[in-house]
């Protein structure tokens, strides 16, 4: 298939993205050579990266003198894809910097994919992701699903956390009790809270959440994940966007990744608000894994080229059929599936 050409003006763009690039690494090399060369390099030691800044990073020290200090660090060339979270080897420096040597194996990663379908680190060896919700803006199981099989691929349990329950009323608590309890049938935690009923301080169901873990909180905008935040750090000068009356969508408050230490023990990973996972990137393999109860179908079709779209002997109607798989779930499953595919082609026909 031939591939799509590029204009003059986007060929000249791609060499500037690329010349600016090697420009900045050229530099970081060269403050990492006078660093070395001047012997103002101390000694390895452990340290965890607490916030990423573009080609350089906040680390701070687990041992030593420096332990507990917060150190601004350049990284080698040689290291790519650092993220908050990671855990590093680093040496200190004389003048308030220092240099990442190497970084430590990770228990996970959390990755989303960009505008473009490329996958983006977002932050390493989380406990748990935090998945916020609330009656406004009203929550829908195909966003929530979304965000899940983001999480099954990654292996990192998820919490349904409902915000805002203060909002309940006559007209949404039947709903949303019924969706809760189809993610409690397949096994996920949901907690009940409202960060607005508790004040300026975290809601005890918030607390026996994120005591002695590490967290992520992701979610739709307007579901209150900042003012979660803001009660669980109080001296954090942390934005709190509004939600708009005229849309019903919140406004993104946070704008890069940072690891923040809970005063009741536990780390907090504040993320880059998501209004929604793109799948795009994922096979409908991984697809069907994301799904709890379907992941032990995969490979009982009649046919091996299923598409699970109605397609004649699909294992996954069946059992929707004989009630293992609820009907809003599989409503669900073929919407994304569905989403990603034509995502897919049409990624396909521009090569």
């Known amino acids: 298939m031939a591939k799509r050409r590029l204009n003059k003006q986007q060929q000249w763009r791609i060499q500037k993205i690329q010349a600016e690039r090697t420009a900045r690494v050229s530099r970081k090399e060269k403050a990492i ?7 103002e390099l101390g000694p390895e030691q452990q340290g965890l990266i607490i916030a990423h800044y573009g080609q350089q990073l906040d680390v701070e020290g687990l041992e030593g003198e420096h332990q507990g200090q917060v150190v601004r660090c350049f990284v080698r060339a040689n290291i790519d894809g650092l993220v908050t979270g990671d855990k590093v080897i680093w040496r200190p420096g004389k003048s ?17 994919p960009d505008n473009f379908g490329a996958l983006k ?25 979304r965000y899940l099989v983001a999480a099954e691929s990654t292996d990192i349990p998820v919490v349904i956390l409902l915000n ?11 709903a949303i009790d019924q969706l809760l309890e189809r993610y409690e049938t397949l096994g996920y935690k949901v907690v009940r809270t409202s960060a607005m009923a508790s004040g300026s301080t975290p809601s005890p169901q918030v607390e026996d959440l994120v005591r002695n873990q590490t967290s ?14 803001q009660t669980l750090l109080p001296d954090e000068l942390l934005r709190v966007g509004a939600l ?14 940072k690891l923040f230490h ?25 697809l069907e894994y994301g799904f709890r109860e379907i992941r032990d179908l995969i490979g009982q079709c009649k046919f091996r080229n299923c598409r699970h779209l109605g397609d004649p002997g699909c294992a996954i109607d069946t059992a929707a059929e004989e009630g293992r798989i609820s009907y809003p779930r ?10 990603m595919t034509e995502q897919q082609a049409r990624g396909l026909k521009l090569d």
């Open 33 to 39: 050579e006078e660093l070395t060369e001047a012997g």
């Open 96 to 112: 308030e910097t220092g240099v990442i040597v190497a970084r430590c194996e990770r228990t996970n990663l959390l990755q989303r």
């Open 121 to 145: 680190p977002v932050a390493a060896n989380i406990d748990h992701i935090i998945l916020v919700i609330a009656p406004e803006p009203e929550p829908h199981d195909n966003l929530i699903d």
């Open 164 to 174: 805002k329950t203060d909002l309940l009323t006559d007209r949404n608590q039947q």
């Open 216 to 229: 992520v909180f992701v979610g739709q905008s307007g579901v209150g994940k900042s003012s979660i935040i």
């Open 244 to 257: 708009s009356e005229s849309t019903g969508k919140g406004t993104h408050t946070t704008t890069t990744a």
């Open 262 to 286: 809970l005063a009741i023990g536990g780390d907090l990973i504040d993320s880059p608000g998501i209004r929604e996972f793109g799948l795009w990137h994922m096979t409908p393999q991984e």
């Open 330 to 339: 599989l409503k669900s499953f073929h919407r994304i599936l569905k989403d």
